[in-house]
């Protein structure tokens, strides 16, 4: 899987900034009738400045969303055994319940059957 910042064409979007914003400045007619750059090295480095701020705020993202989503695993394996631990626990309960069953209607059955019972 490629990184998410090929995905994104970061390379991508700095050269669109730099050939379209940058490299081909827009001309602004001042009031006395001179055509200048819109632009200006200060403008330049305080979008370069911006862009990397971004990068970064992006990275963090990413970073944070992997870390989430490592999270979110473990906590779908520890459901997933705690789960199995409660099927378990459920069953057993299940049996020591019919074992129980058994044996206090087995009591009621031979107390009730046994000859010796009648007799003092």
């Not at 971004?54 to 997933?80: D, F, I, M, P, Y």
């Amino acid at each position: 899987a490629g990184s998410s910042s090929d995905a994104l064409g970061e390379d991508s979007i700095s050269r669109r900034i730099s050939s379209s914003t940058l490299g081909n400045p827009c001309l602004e007619s001042l009031e006395g009738g001179a055509d200048v750059p819109a632009y200006t090295a200060w403008r330049r480095k305080s979008l370069e400045d911006e862009l990397q701020l971004t990068r970064g705020e992006l990275r963090e993202a990413k970073n944070h969303s992997v870390r989430v989503e490592q999270e979110l695993r473990a906590l779908q394996r520890e459901n997933a055994r705690l789960r199995h631990e409660l099927d378990i626990q459920r069953d057993r309960d299940e049996m020591l319940r019919a074992i129980h069953e058994r044996v206090s209607s087995g009591s009621v059955v031979g107390a009730s059957s046994d000859p010796g019972s009648d007799r003092r």
